[in-house]
């Protein structure tokens, strides 16, 4: 039997209940609280022990109690520290708890708590805001090119909460409170556990779902551009990586290797042969990976057949088209929908076409690109998904999206499923959700966002991310500036958990208004000096990989901010410009155009020997150390030893 605590007044109910160790699910609603509601939780796990005690629910670490008016008010149930609680944003109204009617039954609602002086936040997705504290700023609980939503924080108070409602919406980190809003949902849900960082975000992949095993040829070096236009020049790029004697792993098909958007298929003009390039391609070691969207053209073969069985996204007013993209011959754009990811007839048929084609020629992995989906306009309001309204659920799209290639591929037998995707929800790293970093500049300004963007990825319960390497918007091989950033940017990357060169680099070409071509992008593209360079930090990667995966294992993210493994350092919290590759090895990558040194701060609790000098540092201060264009600033914790050196 489930130990909960109830507060009923009028027609407002709030049900608290115990759902994994030291963590409670928190249900507000009018008249009933629903069990079929769509979110990220799984089935709540075993009941821990939790009990009602002077009318608190107690959960391990965790205290939850509501005052006789209904505001609630979350502890820690060993020391009495609070939390976090309600605030009502008026004495009279409204309270902390808010619904305001939507039309049809649902309701626009609100959840305030307190502000809190020094309190921080980390996690909350992927934005390109360049910060890595959230405190302060007012965030769309939407997806966008780059802007992923993953409504879960950790906050520096010690607890962690996740919003369980895929709604579109915001969250406001304000000095005098923080406001948690969906546009439309039928109730209030929110899950809260106690603990330090690492705690956290265990506890949060438990009840959510943890990651799969990373595949190991994952691990290696992505080669990527915009784009490769055929079977044949792809295909002499990975000869050129075995001639050099450089390591490769994955190369990519990006898209227009299409006929029409939806057809799910080759163009049997430029890419002739399937199984012929992929078997080339694994006699070299090296996977194929696939660009697969959501969108259908009505050019398409599939068009008529989805349309016709409900398989396409439907609209509350207008036609169900969604954006204007290129296709076929004209240069016009064309009107196109996306399928419903939200409904399981629909993956289903969509990842059978793409077995069809692409799997039975022995692709195995997927780039899932413009899956927030990427609708022009963005009026996801409009939006009506198998799965409810899109104002109410239009978050869940890309993390469905994601499980249709990890359920359809594991019912073929594929046990390493992988899918690269630029959005993602709560709960996608469970199907196998590697996030990128969408179509970010080409700029230091940009690399220095990503690497606070990919640490709250990690803070978000990602642990698989990458990033564009050298930005994506252009960026000239033949440029002096542009080739030190893309050392720069390259030298970061080698240290993400995904390591892929990727962009759309000048001289570019476009169509309609979307990039269709683009210049060289490979390590030989950049001249001698940057090609010895990225060579070396090619080769480096390789001798981390087995260290790679034995850290993903540990349960924590590998891109790991330090305060994961220092929360007891004040300091560390603040760091947001080098983080831990696992638990070893510190990182500190170069942000600024001309450095050639640079500050790092080394965590209290350790000592740390720099890499390149041997030299030992005591840990709680900073220190300044070189690094030419050819090195980044590396510290080994402890008595760790890495093959970080050629000679190791």
């Known amino acids: 039997m489930t130990t909960a605590l109830t507060w009923r007044h009028g027609h407002d109910v709030?049900?608290?209940?115990?759902?994994?160790?030291?963590?409670?699910?928190?249900?507000?609603?009018?008249?009933?609280?629903?069990?079929d509601r769509p979110g990220a939780l799984l089935d709540r796990p075993a009941d821990p022990g939790a009990s009602i005690v002077d009318g608190a629910l107690v959960n391990g670490r965790l205290r939850v109690e509501?005052?006789?008016?209904?505001?609630?008010?979350?502890?820690?149930?060993?020391?009495?520290?609070?939390?976090?609680?309600e605030a009502p944003a008026h004495f009279w109204w409204p309270g902390p708890r808010h619904f305001e009617p939507a039309g049809a039954g649902g309701h626009r609602v609100e959840q305030r708590f307190a502000a809190y002086a020094g309190e921080r936040f980390y996690?909350?997705?992927?934005?390109s805001h360049g910060r890595f504290d959230q405190k302060g700023m007012v965030l769309e609980l939407q997806q966008r090119n780059g802007e992923v939503s993953i409504p879960f924080t950790v906050s520096s108070r010690g607890y962690g909460l996740l919003w369980n409602t895929p709604a579109v919406g915001r969250v406001e980190l304000a000095v005098n409170g923080t406001r948690w809003v969906a546009d439309r949902a039928p109730q209030i849900d929110y899950w809260l556990t106690a603990g330090e960082p690492a705690e956290i975000l265990r506890r949060y992949a438990e009840v959510t779902g943890p990651a799969p095993e990373l595949p190991a040829w994952a691990s290696g070096f992505w080669q990527s551009k915009l784009r490769y236009r055929g079977q044949a020049e792809l295909l002499e790029v990975a000869r050129e990586y075995r001639r050099r004697g450089l390591p490769l792993s994955v190369i990519v098909a990006d898209y227009l290797h299409w006929r029409h958007l939806g057809d799910w298929d080759w163009d049997g003009e430029d890419w002739p042969d399937g199984p012929a390039m992929v078997q080339e391609l694994r006699g070299l070691g090296v996977e194929l990976a696939v660009s697969v969207w959501p969108s259908v053209s009505p050019l398409s073969t599939n068009h008529a057949a989805m349309r016709d069985a409900g398989l396409l996204v439907a609209t509350d007013s207008g036609s169900g088209v969604h954006a204007e993209w290129p296709d076929g011959e004209t240069d016009a754009p064309i009107g196109v929908s996306f399928y419903d990811?939200?409904?399981?007839?629909a993956r289903e048929f969509l990842w059978a076409r793409v077995h069809e084609s692409y799997g039975k020629d022995g692709v195995r992995a997927f780039w899932l690109d413009a899956c927030e989906p990427e609708m022009r306009p963005g009026?996801?309001?409009?939006?009506?998904?198998?799965?409810?309204?899109?104002?109410?659920?239009?978050n869940l799209y890309?993390?469905?999206?994601?499980?249709?290639?990890?359920e359809y591929l594991g019912q073929q037998g594929e046990t390493e499923v992988l899918s690269l995707v630029r959005s993602a929800w709560a709960g996608s790293q469970r199907y196998g959700a590697a996030l990128w970093s969408g179509d970010i500049p080409a700029t230091f300004p940009a690399l220095r966002a990503s690497v606070r963007a990919g640490l709250n990825v990690a803070m978000s319960g990602i642990p698989w991310w990458t990033t564009d390497i050298g930005g994506f918007h252009g960026g000239d091989p033949d440029d002096p500036e542009y080739r030190e950033l893309l050392v720069?940017?390259?030298?970061?990357?080698?240290?993400?958990?995904?390591?892929?060169?990727?962009?759309?680099?000048?001289?570019?070409?476009?169509?309609?208004g979307v990039g269709v071509g683009g210049g060289p992008n490979e390590v030989w593209s950049y001249g001698d000096e940057a090609y010895a360079i990225l060579a070396a930090f090619l080769r480096l990667r390789e001798r981390l990989r087995p260290y790679l995966h034995e850290q993903l294992r540990s349960g924590l993210p590998l891109l790991r901010p330090l305060l994961v493994e220092f929360p007891s350092d004040a300091a560390a919290w603040d760091v947001d410009d080098a983080f831990l590759f696992g638990r070893d090895l510190l990182v500190a990558p170069v942000l600024y155009?001309?450095?050639?040194?640079?500050?790092?701060?080394?965590?209290?609790?350790?000592?740390?020997?720099?890499t390149d000098t041997g030299t030992t540092f005591p840990g709680g201060r900073t220190v300044t150390v070189d690094a030419p264009l050819a090195r980044i600033p590396l510290f080994l914790r402890d008595d760790a030893r890495l093959p970080v050196n050629q000679e190791d």
Do not use: K, M
């Open 14 to 35: 709030l049900v608290a209940e115990p759902w994994g160790a030291d963590s409670v699910r928190v249900r507000a609603g009018r008249h009933r609280i629903a069990d």
């Open 66 to 85: 509501v005052s006789a008016g209904g505001l609630l008010t979350a502890r820690r149930a060993d020391t009495g520290e609070e939390l976090l609680r």
């Open 123 to 127: 996690g909350l997705g992927q934005h």
């Open 341 to 345: 990811a939200t409904d399981p007839r």
């Open 379 to 394: 009026h996801f309001h409009n939006l009506s998904l198998a799965a409810g309204p899109g104002a109410e659920v239009a």
């Open 398 to 406: 890309p993390r469905e999206h994601a499980r249709g290639a990890f």
């Open 488 to 512: 720069r940017w390259f030298q970061f990357g080698a240290f993400c958990p995904l390591f892929r060169l990727h962009g759309h680099r000048e001289p570019r070409t476009d169509r309609a």
């Open 593 to 610: 155009p001309g450095a050639r040194d640079r500050e790092v701060y080394l965590p209290a609790g350790a000592r740390w020997t720099h």
